[in-house]
């Protein structure tokens, strides 16, 4: 089944509750977080204040990305605001196993994220462990970006990745979804998809949602 992530970093956080009313009557399934601290990303986002404000007002569970330096140090306080999937990135974690194993002892999924210079195949000795491979298909730090036209082969890579491990993680892909990118995205073999500007920046959100929804769903053969 394939997921759609809208991604609140592109919504109007002053309307926060009604954006992301919008993107459910659109057909979200998740609600993305992207957690920035200007450290390990050039820009500065929202920490759990807004992931507890998010919790409140949807049902649907909260996709945590953590864009931070020393992530480690802030599970606990993320899960506990409401975190269902939190995901951490390679780059960023020196003791990487340790840090899922305490996601998971946390009660939330956990992912492992790559930055597009990052290749698929330095995740094999942790792959099997997380429940999430979210691939950068931009250059972390801002929304808006142009798809990066490689990251098609990275999800390839990381569906045979999934098979020669025999495991069950879902793939994500976070930057430049749109209606011109997402079938050849989908195709490729995404499960979950994050999507920002394409969604918060339509006239009509949940018509946005929808449209997006439909084309994830309908995968050539």
Known sequence: MKLLAPSILAADLSNLAQQIRLAEIGGADLIHCDIMDGHFVPNLTFGPIIVKAAKKVSQLPLDVHLMIERPYNYLKEYIEEGANFLTVHYEASTHLNRTINRIKELGAKAGVSINPATPVHILKDIAEYVDLVLIMSVNPGFGG?????????????????????????????????SKETVRNISNAGCDVFV????IFHHDNISAAAAELKNMISSVEV
Do not use: C, H, M, Y
């Not at 999507?195 to 394409?198: P, R, V």
């Open 195 to 198: 999507a920002g500007s394409s």
């Open 145 to 177: 970006q142009t798809f990066i036209p490689n990251s098609l082969r990275k999800i390839r890579d990381a569906v045979l990745l999934r098979e020669e491990l025999n495991a069950n993680f879902l793939i994500e892909v976070d930057g430049g979804i």
